[in-house]
């Protein structure tokens, strides 16, 4: 395996949630120390939603996700997830997750390469 596996996108109505999982590659989580959750919609770059470092617990919001989003790392697992409440149509996109690092008031995807991602869609 070497990319990232992410699951659980899928239809949900404006007010619903989802939690999405990510299964990093075998010992990745060890050789990077912090993953983040981004997303894409057709025409535009990745943003990241959300990240997470887990030996410092600390975490990054995109500020339109605050309060809704909260990303958390099972290491019993070897996941990385975020649970998406209150889902907007705003939130539409296809969800990626990747080891981040940071760049200004942001954080970027440090290895230029996505796995499969997971559609999540939100409609009225």
């Known amino acids: 395996q070497v990319q990232p596996v992410e699951s659980g996108g899928g239809l949900v109505q404006t007010g619903a949630s989802l939690r999405l999982s990510c299964a990093p590659p075998s010992g990745r989580t060890s050789v990077f120390p912090t993953w983040g959750w981004f997303r894409q919609v057709p025409g535009k770059e990745h943003e990241c939603v959300a990240a997470i470092t887990q030996a410092v617990n600390s975490t990054y919001y995109l500020d339109s996700v605050k309060g809704r989003f909260t990303i958390s790392g099972d290491n019993a697992k070897n996941t990385v997830n975020l649970q998406m409440n209150n889902l907007q149509i705003e939130d539409t996109a296809r969800y990626y997750c990747?080891?981040?690092?940071?760049?200004?008031?942001?954080?970027?995807?440090?290895?230029?390469?996505w796995g499969q991602g997971t559609q999540v869609t939100v409609s009225a």
């Open positions: 990747a080891p981040a690092g940071r760049l200004g008031s942001t954080w970027v995807n440090v290895i230029n390469s």
